[in-house]
């Protein structure tokens, strides 16, 4: 089955004195690209928490945030009041105000706040690992379900190349044969005197040449190749993009050697077709 690179997934954990929100968002991209946000004091573990997204989330464009709220009376900032004290100090020197207005004046100064660094202690740590397992795999059901939408997508319009397929094989002796009367004609335009044996091979190297045998059977197979794909238990949106290339060099070939516009008519629908396949092959996993 194959799943979707958009997708959100969020998971909040409780604490007795905070509250830690994990978010992950994913876009389309052709590799990993991981954007992470986080509080300063848990950057030590960004690399770890890194690596379980990258394994999980394989490819896309990846926000990742780290949010956490203090619910309890515990603050990790406090005031540096050494730095405070000089700075009144300074100011009054400068002019003269009440210590109230010159503490004001202080606070709003660099360093007037100092905060203690905590390591993060095991619990701690133990909770933000499984509200991220939690988020991804929400991330993961949201992947999914985009991407059953998209394979049914896929599966009706992979199914409707292979009715045009079918309508072209049909019409392909109608084709040979219209194209064969034109030679013909344009020959007998000429009114002069042609060998009989030498015109039937001349006209034999311009059907082959005509000749699309080869694409058809080909396309036949990408399309069967492609749907067998779509079934398969892994999502690989890179190979599933590959077969789709095929595809479209085989119906280009087709337009080019057609000379038939009724077959020409049904390779716009077909180009249209692949067209649609491969906007939404974009966002596959």
């Known amino acids: 089955m194959i799943q979707s690179m958009t997708g959100f997934g969020k998971h909040v954990v409780q604490l007795a004195s905070k509250k830690i929100t994990v978010e992950l968002k994913s876009l389309n991209s052709k590799n990993l690209d991981l954007n992470a946000r986080m509080p300063s004091a848990y950057r030590e573990k960004e690399l770890e928490l890194r690596k379980i997204i990258a394994k999980s ?19 990790s900032a406090q005031v540096n009041e050494e730095a405070v004290r000089q700075y009144m100090k ?58 059953q939408v998209l394979e049914k997508d896929f599966f009706e319009r992979a199914e409707n190349l292979e009715h045009l397929l079918a309508a072209v094989i049909k019409m392909d002796p109608e084709r040979q044969g219209t194209i064969r009367e034109r030679l013909e004609k344009a020959v007998g335009d000429i009114k002069a005197e042609v060998d009989a044996n ?47 290339q095929e595809i479209g060099r085989e119906i280009n070939t087709i ?20 067209e649609k396949i491969k906007e939404q092959m974009l966002n596959v996993l």
């Open 255 to 274: 337009g080019s050697k057609a000379n038939f516009a009724p077959m020409q008519q049904l390779v716009v629908q077909m180009k249209d077709e692949l």
């Open 90 to 147: 300074q100011f009054s020197s400068i002019a003269d105000g009440d210590d109230l207005r010159l503490l004001e004046m202080a606070l709003r100064m660099p360093d007037a706040l100092k905060t203690e660094r905590e390591d993060i202690d095991e619990e701690e740590y133990a909770s933000i690992q499984l509200a991220l397992k939690k988020a991804l795999d929400e991330i993961h059901d949201f992947r999914s379900a985009e991407g």
């Open 198 to 244: 030498r015109f039937e091979q001349e006209l034999i190297y311009y059907l082959e040449k005509y000749d699309i045998t080869e694409e058809k059977v080909r396309l036949a197979n990408h399309l069967d190749y492609f749907l067998k794909t779509l079934k398969s238990d892994d999502s690989n949106g890179k190979k599933l993009g590959f077969i789709t």
């Open 57 to 75: 989330l394989l490819r896309g464009k990846v926000d990742f945030g780290l949010y956490v709220e203090f619910t309890g009376n515990e603050t």
